[in-house]
């Protein structure tokens, strides 16, 4: 896609109305927490910045401060002050980066599984379950970090609960901590980064389209609304199961070849509210 299109894109009012729509949720949340607009356009003018020297190379030669000024709107000179600086890729809270793997591990191995393919509750300790142990799980993923450590982290976030026999159940089917703000904040760039990163791929006609569609009713009661909250929930928690299972089978399988540096999300949500006419959110 040539500069005019894309031009011409970014001056589409469809695009533009699509844009202030998904900001809305945005501003919002950045507002309860107190970050109003002059923080959050200075957060977005480094991103642009940093978006403009990493993804949109001119042909092999060096991105200067000129072009990425260009292509992002910010002047130069703060250009060349943001790109010294250069936004610090930020590493996921320890908690997540070991607990994803953890859960996943749980989720998936069919010796952590029931029945019914739901995750056991675990002995805490490897004394009393052996290898069927949340000792013995964490273990499996990193000796580096005691699995007392984990759970105390855990129990904390509402990952897990411990019962009166010492066993620990996992409350949810994947790793989305009950508290914790920078853990939440985390999947909220991940997933929500690359949901967005799917739709502009579609956008700007990338071949072949992701997956990215929704299903949307409205003129519903609350009972109706319950009823298919739960639902939902029952079919993505399956859905996400299956994926990651096979998911960690070909990770197994494609271990030292020298192809193997993908990654993928598969995602899944579910919202509802009051219908709010004239608010601007026309579905």
Not at 46 to 64: E, K, L, M, Y
Not at 100 to 118: E, I, N
Not at 121 to 136: H, I, K, W, Y
Not at 212 to 240: F, H, K, P, T
């Amino acid at each position: 896609m040539d500069m005019a299109t894309r031009v011409s894109l970014v001056a589409s009012p469809a695009l533009a109305r699509a844009v202030q729509r998904l900001l809305r949720p945005l501003a919002r949340l950045l507002m309860a927490y107190g970050i109003n607009y002059v923080a959050f356009s200075n957060l977005a003018k480094g991103v642009f910045v940093d978006v403009a020297a990493r993804d949109f190379p001119d042909d092999g030669a060096s991105v200067t401060d000129s072009r990425v000024s260009l292509l992002s709107g910010v002047h130069r000179r703060e250009v060349k002050r943001l790109r010294e600086e250069m936004l610090l890729r930020a590493a996921p809270p320890p908690v997540v980066s070991l607990g994803a793997q953890v859960v996943s591990r749980w989720c998936a191995d069919a010796a952590y599984l029931d029945g019914q393919r739901h995750p056991l509750a675990l002995p805490r300790l490897a004394s009393q379950g052996g290898d069927l142990s949340f000792e013995r799980l964490v273990e499996s993923v990193s000796k580096d970090i005691r699995s007392r450590a984990v759970l105390d982290e855990w129990l904390r976030l509402g990952v897990v609960t411990l019962d009166a026999e010492d066993r620990v159940h996992l409350v949810e089917h994947a790793f989305v901590p009950a508290r914790g703000l920078d853990e939440k904040s985390f999947y909220l760039g991940k997933n929500i980064g690359d949901h967005l990163a799917a739709v502009g791929h579609n956008l700007l006609d990338g071949q072949p389209p992701f997956l990215e569609r929704s299903v949307y009713c409205d003129g519903l009661s609350a009972e109706s609304i319950e009823q298919l909250r739960v639902l939902s929930r029952e079919l993505a928690i399956s859905a996400m199961q299956e994926i990651n299972r096979r998911a960690l089978e070909l990770q197994e399988a494609d271990h030292g070849r020298p192809d193997a540096a993908r990654r993928m999300t598969f995602g899944v949500y579910y919202y509802s509210e009051d219908a709010q006419p004239g608010r601007g959110e026309g579905r």
